[in-house]
């Protein structure tokens, strides 16, 4: 099973990182992709692939295979500007060739929900980027809140060869153009909400080869961890097994075929060796 979209270098995971993947490889996870929202969070992702890497003291046992993003989320897109004279492109491109470990730009888009940053600022920062992964060859990763018009505008513009749209809970009406060009789409644990019949509908439309599955850990904790004892879990990429389970529910088939299949679509959309 594959974590398709986390943070692992979010801080909620500074203490106990190694226990949490662990975890996931316990679970059954054996590739975690974890997602960049800076340029700096970017290095660290790479530093966290890397270190993870190599096996256990234990040589029986190993990690799970983890790969990493770079990329500016739309909330940071006023970071994405020339600093002492560069242009963030170049420094985006040399993190991107840096490693084997970079599997993808991302996550890149559009956030109007909060606004954190100006609308033309992020669709500069979200064209720019996608363009550099055209170039590159690379997967985009996006994120697109309240913004799907624009996103689409966008990526029908560029054209990247490969996106998926991340954290999907869009109707199936307005992500069905995503399907037909060829594009993915992600899901979440808030597929698992008992409020969100609307994203169901969109799991049952879309084609099982064009899905993948993701927690967005540490956010978004699935319906059936989301509450305990009164307190908001932090989620984790053990936990997308919950996310499987859903799509497999929603869907009528067997979570076995669900895990082989977004299993396979990961790999292939990452180019990630098998
Ligand atoms: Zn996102
Ligand atoms: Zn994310």
Known sequence: MIDSHCHLADKQFLHDLEEIIIHARDAGVDHIITIADTLEEGERCIEIAMKYSSRLHDATKKYPNIFATVGVHP?????????NG???????RSLLESSTKVVAVGEIGLDYHYMNSPKVIQQNAFKEQLQLAKELGLPAVIHSREALEDTWNIIRETCPEKCVLHCCTEQWKNVKRFIDAGYFLSFTGIATYPKSDEIRHTIRECPLNQIMIETDAPYLPPEALRVQKGTRVRNEPANVLEIAKCIAETKGISLEEVDRITTRNAIKFFTLPS
């Open 75 to 83: 909330h940071n897109a006023t970071q994405w500007r020339m600093t």
């Open 86 to 92: 560069q242009a963030p492109t170049i420094k985006l």
